[in-house]
């Protein structure tokens, strides 16, 4: 199974400033994603990545950034955080071909002030 | 309006009782996972389908494509199957929409 780390864990920003969000997985997975989830809400789909050094679009981009430097690590970027950006964020990976099942992180629960 | 329907909403049972959720899609899923967010938000993989059945312990999960849904049944409620369930239809290449969750309570 799917080892996928998220760092923080939690973060309180204030509104306007930078959050960089960070994902690792150790199982060599070429996919990974990155999903919000609001306060009684299934997950939404903001970026994901299917190799090294290049991001798609998913469902709700506007406002972030994404960036994959590694087949290892995927950070999810707010340049200008805002009030309605506060949620929980979940990372998953999935493998290429075998089996489209995506696992997920612990999630980081992001709250701008 | 949504892509992925989920029914119910909200859920009580008694423990040992048995229970069936249902996923609708207006999407033309390829695949379809099955979650379970426990109360600490971390989120539980239980199935992941291709048109079909399967099944593990206490949990059956069916997939109809053809008529666009799926099911999560639940055999014998534990106070640990207590949390919120949610579908998720892949639609593109891995791409999930999820649906707006069951959240079950297992009651003594």
């Known amino acids: 199974e799917a080892a996928v780390t998220q760092s923080p864990r939690s973060k309180v920003a204030v509104t306007g400033g930078k959050v960089t969000l960070s994902c690792h997985q150790t199982?060599?997975?070429?996919?990974m994603y990155w999903y919000r989830q609001d306060t009684g809400h299934g997950l939404r789909l903001i970026h994901y990545?299917?190799?090294?050094?290049?991001?798609e679009k998913g469902d709700i981009p506007d406002g972030y950034k994404a960036s994959r430097p590694s087949q290892e690590n995927f950070s999810l970027i707010l340049e200008l955080a805002s009030l309605s950006q506060t949620a929980v964020y979940f990372c998953?990976?999935?493998?290429?071909?075998?089996?489209?099942?995506?696992?997920f992180g612990p999630g980081t629960r992001l709250t701008v002030l | 309006g949504d892509k992925v329907k989920q029914s119910p909403s909200a859920l009580s049972l008694q423990e040992g009782t048995n229970s069936a959720l249902r996923c609708n899609f207006s999407?033309?899923?390829?695949?379809v996972q099955w979650f379970l967010q426990n109360p600490r938000g971390s989120l539980i993989n239980l199935f992941y389908?291709?048109?079909g059945t399967k099944e593990n312990g206490r949990l059956k999960s069916a997939f109809d494509s053809k008529e666009s849904y799926s099911t999560l049944h639940i055999r014998d409620a534990q106070l640990e199957d207590s949390g919120t369930y949610f579908c998720?239809?892949?639609?593109?290449?891995?791409?999930?929409?999820f649906g707006q969750g069951t959240k079950l309570s297992i009651k003594p």
């Open positions: 998953a990976s999935r493998n290429w071909g075998t089996s489209y099942e995506q696992y």
């Open positions: 199982n060599n997975h070429d996919y």
């Open positions: 990545s299917y190799v090294a050094d290049s991001t």
């Open positions: 999407i033309a899923a390829t695949t």
């Open positions: 389908l291709v048109p």
């Open positions: 998720a239809a892949d639609y593109n290449q891995g791409k999930l929409i």
